[in-house]
DNA sequence: TACATAATTGAAAGCGCTTTGGATGTCGCT
DNA sequence: AGCGACATCCAAAGCGCTTTCAATTATGTA
């Protein structure tokens, strides 16, 4: 069923129907009424191609995912789909997710923009000194990035949170604490997020005229391996930091298995504050010693991302090209006074 | 810049080039090689939406992505992307993804296929009498299926694992072990897969002259919440069961809190083999104490359902319409003999 | 040399929709 | 009766691509 064939059975133009179909007002409520009718009796659906090729617009907005045979597949990313998903329904938007090699990300990006199958584009996994940047401002596509890009002339639609602050806090909170040797487990490094939180932690500590030394620093992959790697390596360091930071809770979940098996006591021999991005599957109150988190829920910024997206695609009002969420640091049981020597 | 500029550009008319591009042998090599040429200095790219409108193929694989405010994003849909991406990515493939309330799936898989938008479409998250499957085989659109139906009639092309037998397998080897007292914690008991187990489980112990008792049997979304709970609550019965059979991992993560909480010792006192999907979140090895399994690798599944999908599509050869796959039973230290009463 | 055949290329139709630029009919007023 | 202002509706152009059908040129054969 096409537009052509519902119009000739209303007897009517297919430019009346496409009319009543779309909310214009120059076609009478009773003709309206009649087409919808059809429409319902027939289950017709415009086709989307067409309506793409029509008017420009097609309802969807497009995003990479990075994957490759060995490459694990990342919470984080379903969590924000969620989140993404959860507002696009409400506007009968879809995506078109491209999957590409991590490698190739910013053709992948460009090839989907060409495409002329998205109104918008998505962006995450920001590193530093990005060079999708560049390739998303030329494109004349409305896009929003999630993170920054450190080192970037910050003048692109993103939605960020504020991580430098996050592990500023949270470091500050250790340091009151009486803590004074410290470790940072991090996420890749050239990852924006990463390298914010590093220098969170790092001017935290030089008010107190403290470093973070090399050895007391991982970066990697955010997984409970990572993080178990990561933490015995800490553990076996001469002088053991008893104050540790923690750029996931999947990475606290690894680092934490191997505080056990060590035989130390989380928020007593070691404090340690994660960041939660509130994963459903990763409570940070259902750990056995109940985790001390900096938090900022993913999925609720995948949905402001979705909004901002759709709106702009849409027209609908103007949006703030830039937002920086705070953090909420929640105290719970994994932090604790810095054990006396 | 598109077609018809590229080919003024090159002297041509559009239909040289199209073919050029398209690989037909109607066209000479010299000619070929000079259009290739200019594609790459200008970054010419065919837009999608016109291709897909002027041939019915765009390249793409729909699915419906269950989605609503109050709704948990499920990590297992997060690792089957994935494992589809890895495959589509090899193919130049993308997908549409429609996020949809969880009630309105039956709709939404309707939207998306009729919309054309889509070559071929993906369903998951197979229900007993799914009402799905009489609205896929109405719609003379390639389709597969991850799971089956239980009641249906099995004649739709589908891969699944065989639950079944993994629960069977899983059981006997229980009560080899001496094992009487058994319980199940199970996934939403509409969805297939749920069904399928129970029945494994059922049937193994029948052949022992035992039955599931109504309150040894948990019903629940896969979280490590309902994990926590369904656990404390066998833990209360007063014939407290020391065999469970755990859908998943992520059940299985919460059900040994609760064991701790309880002060007792997995793989002595309580026995407990949960089924792996191979997250990469969550490995069985790398529990405190190492999770006897069911292993079926989820992503896999995922990557050799896009091949499918995407050889229909293509007509790449013939695929086999049915695929069961068998689970491994991987014994570890979670299950020990029977505790003497 | 003349003609069939193969190798290349193009013009134009069409995919299903939106939208511009009329056309037609109605109504209220002078 | 005559005229502008609305309210409705429609024909046809176009979005960017593929593909059928036909035209043109090059090649080989008798």
Redesign the interface.
């Known amino acids: 069923m096409n537009l052509k064939q519902l119009s000739q059975l209303l007897g009517l133009s297919q430019t009346t129907v496409s009319r009543a179909l779309n909310g214009y007002p120059e076609v009478n409520e009773a003709t309206r009424e009649r087409v919808l009718q059809a429409v319902k009796e027939t ?1 017709y ?6 309506q ?2 029509a008017t420009g617009k ?1 309802g ?1 907005i497009g995003l990479v ?1 990075p ?3 060995g ?5 984080h ?3 924000f ?2 989140g ?3 507002e ?2 409400r506007h009968d938007f ?8 991590p490698d190739d990300e910013v053709a992948a990006l ?3 923009a ?4 998205v109104d918008a584009l998505f962006v995450a996994y920001m590193r530093g000194h990005d060079p999708r940047l560049a390739m998303l401002k030329s494109l004349s596509m409305p896009y929003v990035v999630h993170g920054r890009s450190f080192g970037s002339e910050p003048d692109y639609p993103y939605l960020d949170i504020d991580n430098e602050g996050a592990f500023y806090d949270a470091t500050r909170l250790l340091l009151q604490l009486g803590h004074t040797r410290f470790a940072l487990m991090n996420g890749p490094m050239h990852l924006d997020f990463a390298i914010r939180r590093k220098n969170g932690v790092i001017s935290a500590l030089a008010e107190r005229g403290l470093t973070l030394e090399e050895g007391c620093m991982s970066h990697a992959l955010m ?3 990572q993080g ?1 790697l990561a933490m015995e390596h800490f553990l076996q360091l001469p002088e053991r930091p008893t104050a540790i930071l923690c750029s996931s809770t ?1 990475l606290a979940l ?1 680092a934490i ?1 191997a505080v ?1 098996q060590a035989g130390l006591r989380l928020g007593e021999d070691i404090s340690l504050i994660a960041h939660d991005d509130v994963l ?2 990763l ?1 940070p109150e ?1 750990f ?1 010693v109940p985790l001390t988190t900096t938090r900022s829920s993913l ?1 609720a910024a995948g949905v402001r991302i979705a909004q901002r997206l759709i709106g702009t695609v849409k027209q609908a009002g103007p949006f703030p090209d830039q937002e920086l969420w705070k953090t909420e640091l929640i105290v719970r049981a994994s932090t604790g006074p810095a054990p006396r020597p």
Chains 1, 2 share one sequence.
């Open positions: 289950g659906r415009p086709n989307k191609a067409a793409r090729l097609a969807s995912m994957t490759a045979p490459h694990q597949s990342d919470v990313f379903g969590e789909l969620a993404l998903g959860e696009a329904v879809h995506f078109v997710i491209m999957p590409a090699d460009r090839r989907l060409i495409s002329g199958n997984t409970d391996e178990l999947v690894g298995r056990n459903p599957l409570k259902s056995s999925r």
